[in-house]
């Protein structure tokens, strides 16, 4: 990602082993912020809201999937229907239970966003 778009060049950068320094820096950077940013329970749910949430968009977006490569699978959109459904049902618990926890994690999932749709791709 870091070798493909402007904004996150800098962390392309690699010491002599090869290693990207910058972007291991980054990351054990935000891994402390989160760890520190409350109770382990928080912070399970706050990435738990949207790890479920990209499991949903993934496996809605199977669902458009036309390939035929020889073989069926069986109970092709039934199963993911119901693990949409499922999943849809899990969001909703959690949103009305731990508003806070899903809201975080479902804002820095939109800045996530924001930021992917403004930076340019190299060419």
Wanted: avoid cysteine; hydrophobic fraction near 50%; proline fraction near 4%.
């Amino acid at each position: 990602m870091a070798k493909d778009f402007k904004l996150w060049s800098p962390l392309a950068r690699v010491n002599s082993n090869g290693i990207p320094v910058r972007a291991i820096y980054l990351n054990t950077v935000i891994s402390l912020i989160l760890f520190l940013s409350g109770s382990f329970e928080q912070v399970m749910l706050y990435t738990g809201f949207v790890l479920q949430l990209m499991g949903t968009v993934t496996i809605f977006s199977s669902l458009k999937i036309q390939t035929n490569l020889g073989f069926r699978t069986p109970l092709k959109p039934v199963l993911q229907i119901i693990y949409i459904l499922f999943s849809l049902g899990v969001m909703y618990y959690m949103l009305t239970e731990r508003p806070i926890e899903s809201l975080a994690g479902f804002g820095l999932l939109s800045v996530g966003l924001i930021l992917f749709l403004l930076d340019k791709k190299k060419t």
